[in-house]
């Protein structure tokens, strides 16, 4: 049934490209594929191109642009249908577009999303094991991810990320495809004090530097530069993306972050910069669930990363869908127990927010994690209206 479905999908895709003559052929055309970082390095090519005077397109999980108009694509998937990216693709050339950035999720190479698109440029921000229940084992999601190279003239991979890089640089060379390495960690030392300071503010982290530096190898070697201050400075005047490391401005002293981080991966990560934000004696509150119909491997694993990272937990819905919500978070809980962590669990996202910030001390951060820009959850078969930045406000507002 599902290659049935992927045979469809590549036939639609030839038939609208057809239909709109090819536009796909008349872009340069930029994918964007990694288990977590996809959208902040789409945005940040974006940006870049866009200061240095070309016209660009986008379409990511937070958004589509054409040139500086913005689309809302409501997507609660990262990688539209082929008619959808097709007409996009369509709409940009109308627009005048040079060179237009896609997002690339691993389910939307392995169900031919993107059909006959070809790539003149590609990122593989890193890869960790997620989506293991439809891929089944880590290498099959690799190797998913791996055929955007296949797809591409040429490919940039991350050697920082140790448990991917020599596997797709390898699988690049068995099939004579051109990749070029950038890395965070041979990078000019004042250069990369200088990205960490221009970031810090919006983009802290050093998953955020590495995306960023994604981001500047592609415009670098677009524009036939090398990278430089001049570049990297560049970045200071991009504004915070939606669901990405949020502040929300309080009345009560609190830190609250909202971000979409969802794999173990990224929960780690934000969490451990937050650790390294806070001051001492501040506490953080982690506020999280994992998704019904999903990867389950990854639920005890969570919970281990945030027991060990948080002071206290608060276990909560994350599009449960058709699946049991108690059953989803006793999974979590297993990994919390296993390092003693410290927790509640509320099932009611909403309530759980509340709870998370009236436990909370002046200074204390609560890191409200899963959801980011999504304006829905999905309860059963029906997407409810959601926001994690309303739950917060009605929380606060309860609180006064």
Known sequence: MHKIKNFIRLIISFIYSVYYGFPQRKLKIIGVTGTDGKTTTSNFIYHLLTKNGFKVGLISTINARIGDKEIDTGFHVTSPDPQVVIKLLNQMVKEGVEYAILEVTSH????????????DYAVVTNITPEHLDYHKTYDNYLYTKAKLILKSKLTFINKDDSLSYEKLRQFASNNYK???AYALSSLDSNLSNQLRQVLSK???GIYNQQNALAALTVFTRIVGKEISEETISQFMDIKSLEGRFNRVQNNLGLNIIIDFAHTPNALEKILEEVRNLREA???????????GLRDSSKRPVMGKISGELADVVVVTAEDPRTEDLDKINKQIVEGIEKVNGEYIVENDRQKAIEKAVTMANKGDWILI???????????????????DFDAVEEALTSQT
Not at 281 to 291: D, H, L, P, T
């Open 202 to 204: 919006n983009f802290p």
């Open 281 to 291: 004696g501040e506490k953080i509150i982690s506020v999280f669930g994992c998704a």
């Open 369 to 387: 994690t899963g959801k980011g820009h999504e304006k829905s959850m999905c309860f059963g078969t029906t997407e409810t209206p959601w926001s």
């Open 178 to 180: 051109k990749v070029r």
């Open 108 to 119: 939307g190479l392995s169900q031919n999303r993107f059909g006959n698109i070809d790539f």
